[in-house]
């Protein structure tokens, strides 16, 4: 069996917000991490690269030692911060960019950006430097809380404003948060994305869903030995143990909700 440690990141920052700090990690760490991955022998891959190779879409087989890092939302340091370190270690990237988020989205602004977002040129220069952009919805919402009309909105203008913006086919996307539902993952499907990522914090295998590939979460708590071990895919479940309960927890807490939408709606 195939397993891929995917790594999901948010911020990379010395001088995080409140709002960010969480998820966010050191350009130091960042470095140690990228540094630990390359001397190791893990090759890079981006999320299209991955499910292509492992359906052999490519003409290519998987590495031995596939990685795939990956970030969420689109924040403006990963011009200023990440992208460059990208390049020092040779490493692609995938960005999921959440459209209505970016600085100068203008009548197209959409949702609350957390912090700074990167511009529309800045993502153009990342994509001209080898990474892939990909979606992450229009206004960053709970997708498998939305009725389906706006489901589908949030889906196909993302989409169609990533193409238009950054010149090229969008084909990946990462839902807000890590919440889907299958009613999710169908309208994914039909708005023209052949893969999708989740969270979960597991190691992605080629028995997964490539609509729901999971992912695992580097963030500010994450040391080098919990990073280390959870790309070497020792103990992963041991390393996110609260993290995965929570996640599981609140998946029944969401489609209860829902339910109860649905249920008020049609009354």
């Given at each position: 069996?195939?397993?891929?440690?995917?790594?999901?990141?948010?911020?990379?920052?010395?001088?995080?917000?409140?709002?960010?700090?969480?998820?966010?990690?050191?350009?130091?760490?960042?470095?140690?991490?990228?540094?630990?991955?390359?001397?190791?022998?893990?090759t890079p891959l981006t999320v299209a690269d991955l499910v292509a190779s492992l359906h052999k879409n490519n003409g290519r087989s998987i590495p031995e030692r596939p990685v795939v890092v990956t970030f969420d939302?689109?924040?403006?340091?990963?011009?200023?911060?990440?992208?460059?370190?990208?390049e020092r270690y040779d490493f692609p990237a995938t960005v999921f960019?959440?459209?209505?988020w970016v600085s100068d989205a203008g009548k197209d602004a959409a949702g609350r950006p957390l912090d700074t977002m990167l511009s529309w040129s800045q993502a153009r220069e990342a994509a001209s430097c080898g990474m892939e952009i990909g979606g992450h919805s229009h206004s960053h919402p709970q997708l498998d809380q939305l009725p389906d009309d706006e489901l589908r909105q949030e889906l196909r203008r993302n989409?169609?404003?990533?193409?238009?913006k950054i010149g090229?086919?969008?084909?990946?996307?990462?839902?807000?948060?890590?919440?889907?539902?299958?009613?999710?993952?169908?309208?994914?499907?039909r708005a023209g994305y052949w893969a999708a990522c989740a969270v979960n914090n597991a190691l992605a295998a080629d028995r997964h869903d490539v609509l729901a590939l999971p992912r695992?979460?580097?963030?500010?708590?994450?040391?080098?030995?919990?990073?280390?071990?959870?790309?070497?895919?020792?103990?992963?479940?041991?390393?996110?143990?609260?993290?995965?309960?929570?996640?599981?927890?609140?998946?029944?807490?969401?489609?209860?909700?829902?339910g109860l939408r649905r249920v008020r709606g049609q009354a």
């Open positions: 069996m195939i397993r891929v440690p995917i790594l999901m990141y948010h911020s990379v920052s010395d001088r995080p917000n409140a709002e960010t700090k969480p998820l966010a990690v050191r350009p130091s760490a960042f470095a140690e991490q990228l540094a630990y991955l390359k001397e190791n022998g893990f939302d689109g924040y403006a340091d990963f011009h200023s911060e990440a992208l460059p370190l990208l960019l959440t459209s209505g989409k169609a404003l990533l193409e238009d090229s086919l969008v084909s990946t996307m990462a839902y807000p948060y890590g919440y889907s539902s299958v009613r999710v993952r169908r309208e994914v499907r695992l979460t580097v963030a500010e708590g994450t040391s080098m030995k919990m990073f280390s071990r959870a790309v070497e895919g020792n103990q992963v479940p041991l390393i996110y143990m609260r993290e995965r309960m929570l996640t599981k927890g609140y998946a029944v807490v969401r489609r209860t909700r829902y």
